[in-house]
């Protein structure tokens, strides 16, 4: 496996790659990853589930989409996570990475 490219961000440097995003920050290696989030009631909370995207469009098509399924759904966000990708977006569903 060859070297990813690098690059410099607020979030320190950053190695980009097709699935995942590698952060250091500090020398300490973190991933980070899009949690989608959804209000689908009256009360205002923003909910999310375990499902992780590798871009943050990824995670926007995802939620979305999710919205047109879900008719309770006021309002979609899309937030940086440091939980690891766990999904991709397919352009029509979420399909789990193999591990």
Do not use: H
Not at 17 to 27: A, F, H, K, M, T
Not at 29 to 54: H, Q
């Amino acid at each position: 496996m060859g070297r990813r490219p690098m690059q410099l961000s607020r979030y320190g440097l950053i190695a980009v790659g097709p699935d995942v995003l590698s952060v250091s920050i500090g020398g300490y290696p973190m991933t980070i990853s899009y949690k989608p989030e959804v209000i689908a009631d009256s009360s205002g909370t923003w909910t999310g589930n375990a499902l992780r995207f590798g871009t943050e469009q990824e995670a926007r098509d995802y939620a979305d989409e999710l919205s047109c399924r879900w008719t309770a759904v006021r309002e979609f966000r899309v937030i940086p996570s440091e939980d690891p990708v766990n999904y991709r977006w397919t352009g029509d569903r979420a399909e789990p990475l193999e591990n």
